[in-house]
């Protein structure tokens, strides 16, 4: 089974919808991410958890929420879908102290119409 | 200008060819230097890590870092169909506090048999 795992793989949305994406690992790591990447731009952070209670913002965060339920949980949302959120969302997760070795799950495809 | 630069390609050569994948980068604080593979529809794989300078060999790869020129090199020797794919390199300025990871855009490098 997959370390890493996200749901769902693909998604299409309208805009004005909320939506979630989900995430769940089974390394034990701390620290979870969530990147998104376009053509072009490569992976940015949308925010990051380095434990339950410890939750930030990344670079772009506006327009997202996150929830991080459990060690091996974390959620993105979009509260309120738009075009160019359109995406692929990947999930990664770190060892406490290996910022640098992130790992990744498979991604989720999002498209908002 | 981007912190890190990478040169989208696609790059094609032929099965057996040495390859060359770069990346420049302007953030002289970046310490931590990493490669990952994405296959398509996939997510990011970490395939070598670099700490400071120097070289690092694993199998067919080996990555280089020059921090003089702020470049750093991934070579795949006899490479194969099967290392078709995109490649990311990575960096980050260490582990004291969260230093994000800043990835390249990405070479898509294409073997052909």
Known sequence: ?113 | QKEVEQDPGPLSVPEGAIVSLNCTYSNSAFQYFMWYRQYSRKGPELLMYTYSSGNKEDGRFTAQVDKSSKYISLFIRDSQPSDSATYLCAMSAGNTGFQKLVFGTGTRLLVSP
């Open chain 1, 1 to 113: 089974d997959a370390d890493v795992t996200q749901t769902p793989r693909n998604r299409i949305t309208k805009t004005g919808k909320r939506i979630m994406l989900e995430c769940s690992q089974t390394k034990g790591h701390d620290r979870m991410y969530w990147y998104r990447q376009d053509p072009g731009l490569g992976l940015r952070l949308i925010y990051y958890s380095f434990d339950v209670k410890d939750i930030n913002k990344g670079e772009i965060s506006d327009g997202y929420s996150v929830s991080r339920q459990a060690q091996a949980k974390f959620s993105l949302s979009l509260e309120s879908a738009i075009p160019n959120q359109t995406a692929l969302y990947f999930c990664a997760t770190s060892a406490r102290t290996g910022v640098e070795t992130q790992y990744f799950g498979p991604g989720t495809r999002l498209l908002v119409l």
